[in-house]
């Protein structure tokens, strides 16, 4: 799978974007009482669209400029975020979900990680965390306004991205049989004029 | 082929992690001036014009979100606020109860140390009902029999003179008050020569008392103090010890002095303001001033 200079700009460029839009307004905005955090959407996202490779390095450098931005410590947001690229591309490389509801199940559970990952690396760095049912709840409530959000979010990264997406054997098959092209369940002969057929009743 | 992606993906995401381990550890382990720290303090300088602007420019989506966001709380806020509201209506209400009743138990106090009551066995009470009547001429007390209250014994509030017991229960007692048509006490002004009458209440005005059968050429001034005499007056048989306050002269013309020997009287109990009062349950602690005939 080759990557093309413009799609590496388009990442950097959606990756600083969600970041700054994070910092600046996303974040100040409150929902039942928390805020919606845009950035391990993104990861997931971006994960979803081009791969476990590219998710988990986009992964790393979201959360990098995350933590360089909102200055904590460098390489704990980094390490959540290389996780939900990362498994976020796998589980496109072998299931290839095409469920249009993917992005919100998986942008939950991408939320839920980073949540429950922050506090307790935060717990083990030796950080007085509040592990109490309040944090619990605000993660709870965090991944129920994500969820929300996640489609969009999932989309408007799509849309940035597709021009330069990567070219992806499997993609390729699949737009190949939902436009009727040859199936390998299919015999030769019967292909390409049986869909024909098909279309043109 | 397929083997050279896996190693790679998998070289790719072990080199990714250990980086992050390594920028977490040593970012941790640094002081506060160290090179990440440094690097990051540089990068926070560079973006945050940039972050400033954006912020700038996000404002009206931020505001419009508030807006939304806020309009969405602000009915549960209200119902919270308002049962907040209650509550602390309710502590405030109670604050101001328990302050007057610990004003009233201190004049009180004061009062039971000036006149000496603590020889009459006074028996704290709270009062626990009223006549809703315009005479308003009757009390309800929460101390009965059982706490050593019988009929007939005086009782006093954080001013003086209240009434007398009437009827009594075992948990409770009524008590009648000085403006019943039916108390007459014996009364002693205190006008230096100590002038007594006969207390009554004023017919037509259950606030005002009425006190007669004073010396004719008595020199009774506006203002001056009306205390109980403690002792039997023609026919009264004296319930009341002592020199408790009962009130103070308001109308002392001095025509009607010297023809039909009347003052009229203001007690000095707030009567329709009651919380606390003491009934004398021995009146007559073994003094021979109460039954002395004069």
């Known amino acids: 799978m080759s990557v093309s200079w413009s799609f590496v700009i388009r990442v950097l460029a959606v990756g600083f974007l969600a970041v700054v839009i994070q910092v600046a307004a996303v974040s100040q905005i409150s929902i039942f009482g928390v805020s919606a955090d845009l950035s391990p959407l993104v990861v997931m996202s971006v994960g979803l669209l081009a791969g476990s490779t590219i998710g988990a390095m986009m992964g790393f450098g979201m959360g990098l400029l995350v933590d360089m931005m909102l200055v904590q410590t460098l390489g704990v947001t980094s390490l959540l975020y290389i996780a939900i690229g990362y ?62 959000i996640a489609l969009p979010v999932y989309a408007a990264v799509r849309r940035a991205l597709n021009p330069a997406l990567p070219e992806d054997p499997r993609r390729r098959r699949r737009r190949r049989y939902t436009t009727g092209g040859l199936s390998p369940l299919k015999r030769p002969s019967e292909g390409l004029g049986g869909s024909v057929r098909s279309v043109s009743r | 082929m397929h083997d050279k992606q896996v190693r790679r993906r998998r070289a790719v995401l072990v080199l990714l992690v250990a980086v992050a381990l390594i920028l977490l550890s040593a970012y941790f382990g640094e002081a506060g001036g160290g090179p990440l720290h440094s690097v990051q303090r540089g990068i926070v300088t560079v973006l ?125 007692s009524w008590v009648t008050l000085i403006t ?43 203002n001056q103090l009306v205390v109980t005499a403690g002792f039997r007056l023609g026919k009264l048989d004296d319930l009341y010890p002592p020199n408790i306050p009962i009130g103070t002269v308001s109308n002392a013309n001095q025509v009607t002095l010297a023809s039909s020997g009347q003052v009229q009287v203001t007690p000095t109990v707030d009567l329709r303001h009651l919380d606390v009062v003491e009934i004398l349950t021995n009146p007559r602690p073994g003094t021979a001033r109460a039954s002395t005939v004069p």
Do not use: C
């Open chain 2, 48 to 172: 945050s014009p940039v972050q400033k602007g954006a912020s700038t420019v996000l404002t009206p989506v931020r505001d419009v979100a508030g807006f939304f966001s806020s309009t969405f709380h602000a009915k549960t806020e209200v119902a919270q606020l308002k049962l907040r509201n209650q509550k602390l209506t309710q502590e405030v209400a109670q604050l101001k109860g328990a302050e007057i009743q610990n004003a009233q138990l201190s004049k009180l106090i004061t009062l039971n140390q000036s006149i000496g009551v603590s020889a009459y066995r006074p028996v704290a009470a709270h009062v626990i009902g009223s006549d809703p009547s315009l005479w308003y001429d009757q009390i309800e007390v929460d101390a009965g029999s059982s706490s050593g209250v019988q009929p007939n014994q005086p009782v006093i509030g954080q001013d003086g003179l209240v009434g007398v017991v009437s009827d009594v229960t075992p948990g409770a």
């Open chain 1, 87 to 148: 498994w976020s591309g796998r589980l496109r490389e072998l299931r290839d979900p095409a469920h249009e509801l993917v992005p919100l199940g998986v942008g939950a559970a991408a939320t839920a990680l980073a949540g429950i990952g922050m506090a307790l690396i935060q717990f083990l760095l030796g950080v007085d965390a509040p592990v109490s049912l309040l944090l619990l709840q605000q993660i709870l409530l965090t991944v129920l306004v994500n969820s929300l």
């Open chain 2, 180 to 222: 019943n048509h039916t108390i007459e006490v014996a009364a002693e002004v205190q006008d230096g020569v100590g002038d007594r009458g006969v207390l009554q209440p004023s017919v037509g005005n259950p606030n005002q008392l009425v006190l007669s059968d004073l010396p004719h050429q008595a020199n009774i001034q506006t």
